[in-house]
């Protein structure tokens, strides 16, 4: 692969796997193809194993909400506004159009904010970060 780390890939027959009797528990069977493996040199399977229980802990999972959230943002500025296409050339004028982006994604989020006691007319979207950040402020 083109990461600089040799890997070591096994895929077995499909004769062989058609005749085991614990076919239907393997992973990674497709379409009968067999069992495909992919096994990394030790050190690295060490580390993969561990970031991987690692990412059930409350802890890891607390760190990637917030990352979440910061992502949710950047993917709705790119998709909804167009933040990955800029209108104008040079640095200043794209800067004021991602502050200006910026600004009008804040406004957006803030207008679906709802002041105790009122209704919204529609069903409400699933809160994002930002508007559990506002809901937490003080008033």
Not at 14 to 29: F, H, I, L, V
Not at 30 to 44: S, T
Not at 45 to 70: E, F, H, M, P, Y
Request: net charge positive; with cysteine; proline share 8%.
């Amino acid at each position: 692969m083109g990461d600089g780390h040799p890997r070591l890939s096994v895929l077995l027959p499909s004769k062989a796997c058609r005749e085991c009797e614990d076919r239907g528990k393997c992973t990674g069977n497709v379409d009968g193809k067999g069992r495909h493996i992919l096994l990394l040199p030790e050190p690295q399977q060490k580390i993969q194993s561990q970031v991987r229980k690692d990412q059930k802990t409350s802890n890891w999972l607390q760190r990637c909400a917030i990352r979440s959230g910061c992502e949710a943002t950047v993917s709705e500025t790119v998709h909804a506004h167009g933040l990955r296409h800029c209108r104008y050339r040079g640095l200043a004028k794209t800067h004021v159009q991602h502050v200006l982006t910026a600004a009008g994604t804040n406004t957006d989020r803030l207008s679906d904010y709802f002041l105790p006691g009122t209704t919204p007319t529609s069903p409400p979207r699933p809160p994002s970060h930002f508007k559990r950040l506002c809901q937490s402020l003080p008033t």
